[in-house]
Nanobody, 119 residues
């Protein structure tokens, strides 16, 4: 199991930027890919972005494409989510998660970090 800790959330104005970090520890060798998800109150959890540890290929939800950038530092076992041009609808708790293998579900989750975008 991988332990994940998110940080970097906060309160920003619409149009502003935030950089989220997700530090992984424990069985990091068992992690195949990392994903960012978010959940607003009363809404379903939704996928935001993902990145593969090996190769660094990325994938984005339509809502994030062009505004968010996911990256990783393998040496630091850390994944980042750079969020620009933030909108009020981006307000949510953001979670990072670890995927053990292709096709499998995300089996390790962080505690989440709150992102609030004011208008």
């Amino acid at each position: 199991q991988v332990q994940l800790v998110e940080s970097g959330g906060g309160l920003v104005q619409a149009g502003g930027s935030l950089r989220l970090s997700c530090a992984a520890s424990g069985r990091t060798f068992s992690s195949y890919a990392m994903g960012w998800f978010r959940q607003a109150p009363g809404k379903e959890r939704e996928f935001v972005a993902a990145i593969f540890w090996s190769g660094g290929s990325t994938y984005y939800a339509d809502s994030a494409k062009g505004r968010f950038t996911i990256s990783r530092d393998n040496a630091k076992n850390t994944v980042y989510l750079q969020m620009n041009s933030l909108k009020p609808e981006d307000t949510a708790v953001y979670y990072c998660a670890s995927q053990g293998s292709e096709g499998a579900g995300y089996d390790s989750w962080g505690q989440g970090t709150q992102v609030t975008v004011s208008s």
